[in-house]
């Protein structure tokens, strides 16, 4: 038979009202552990303000949620269909010739709806959070805001010794940030007034200045000079550069293509964003996976027994889900895994298994 309409907008509004009320706790929990662990990190900081710590908590909460949302959705889907097959709601739809795929049909639309909606307004939201809460940890808690910038005309880097500042502008860039070709380097005074500016055709970055070459170098009281070889102090470090690098999470879903281009074009491996891009990707398709495996541990209960046991092989397998994703990640942000691969195919074998018990459970 064909399931009704009104039957079913009330299993998806139970369905989703139930995943947005566990969301919601989940969310709460998080944002008292952050809130925590921020006062931690702020115990030698004196200057930062309880709540300055509120509003980076805050700031960085719809970034880690998202993380959590497939596990808010495996468990709202297993509550709100134990809470159906207890109320005997789920015998009476059978009786009444309601199979088990269109039972769940509503609970899949919704999951992909709010995967979609995850996709294309909650990640810019939470991207847009995450990046100023990335400003606040940087000025408050280490000390110095971010030292690498890149755009389409090149990469920029500032850095600071005895002299004063200094701004490095490169329009490529190799060896994972070690060598930049086409550089400028303009320089500041200790009042920030400008002094000069070297050009070079390439530097390296050694341990505490630039080997440069092919320098002209040129301050505003002296004329320019030429220098095969020349040596700029530097303060910065490979690592320093690498991890000012924009973190994946502080850039839009919409955003991400362009910045991977820009990335490649200055010579920076864009692997680990374009496997962040797949991985939102990908999102519709976990939540609708999550709802298969809450549907297998849950809708089997009217039949089998073992309320608890199916329960805790329900969330066993989210987990597992969850341990083999990071590891799929961690092969792709490797190399050894193609990123597309590495983000999809932890979903889709998860979702064909949740295919093929519930097809032996229902048809078999």
């Not at 998806?12 to 931690?40: D, H, K, N, P, W």
């Not at 980076?56 to 509550?79: K, R």
């Not at 005997?88 to 992909?112: D, I, K, Y």
Request: aromatic share 12%; hydrophobic share 50%; net charge negative.
């Amino acid at each position: 038979m064909n399931i009704s309409w009104t039957l079913s907008r009330y299993l998806g509004r139970q369905f989703f009202v139930t995943v947005l009320i566990t969301f919601a706790i989940v969310l709460c929990l998080i944002y008292m552990i952050s809130l925590v662990e921020l006062m931690r990190k702020a115990a030698d900081h004196s200057d930062v303000t309880f709540g300055t710590l509120a509003s980076m908590a805050l700031l960085n909460l719809p970034t880690v949620g998202a993380d959590t949302l497939p596990f808010a959705v495996l468990f709202g889907g297993m509550a709100s269909f134990l809470r159906l097959t207890r109320n005997h709601e789920l015998v009476v739809a059978r009786a009444a010739g309601v199979s088990a795929w269109q039972f769940l049909a509503p609970s899949l639309l919704v999951a992909f709806a709010i995967g979609t909606v995850i996709i294309t307004v909650y990640n810019p939201v939470a991207a847009a959070m995450s990046a100023r809460e990335g400003q606040l940890e940087a000025k408050f808690l280490r000390g110095r805001p971010s030292l690498l910038a890149v755009s389409t005309n090149g990469l920029w880097l500032r850095q600071a010794d005895a002299n004063g500042q200094s701004v490095v502008h490169a329009l490529r860039v190799s060896e994972r940030g070690l060598r930049l070709e086409d550089v400028i380097i303009f320089l500041y005074g200790t009042s920030d007034n400008f002094v000069g500016r070297i050009d070079a055709s390439s530097a390296v970055l050694e341990n505490g200045y630039w080997d440069m070459k092919d320098a002209w170098v040129t301050h505003t009281t002296e004329q320019p000079r030429h220098y095969d070889t020349f040596h700029q102090p530097t303060t910065l470090t490979l690592t320093q550069v690498q991890e000012s690098f924009a973190d994946p999470d502080t850039i839009s879903f919409w955003d991400l293509p362009h910045f991977i281009d820009m990335a490649e074009a200055a010579g920076f491996s864009a692997q680990r964003y374009r496997l962040h891009f797949y991985d939102i990707l990908s999102t519709p398709a976990l939540l609708c996976t999550m709802v298969f495996l809450g549907a297998v541990f849950s809708l089997r209960t009217s039949r089998l027994g073992g309320l608890v046991q199916l329960v805790v092989g329900g969330v066993f397998a989210g987990f597992l889900l969850y341990f083999l994703s990071a590891l799929s990640l961690a092969l792709g942000l490797s190399g050894v895994l193609p990123p597309f691969l590495a983000a999809w195919a932890p979903v889709i074998v998860a979702m064909l298994l949740g295919l093929a018990v519930l097809f032996h459970l229902e048809d078999g």
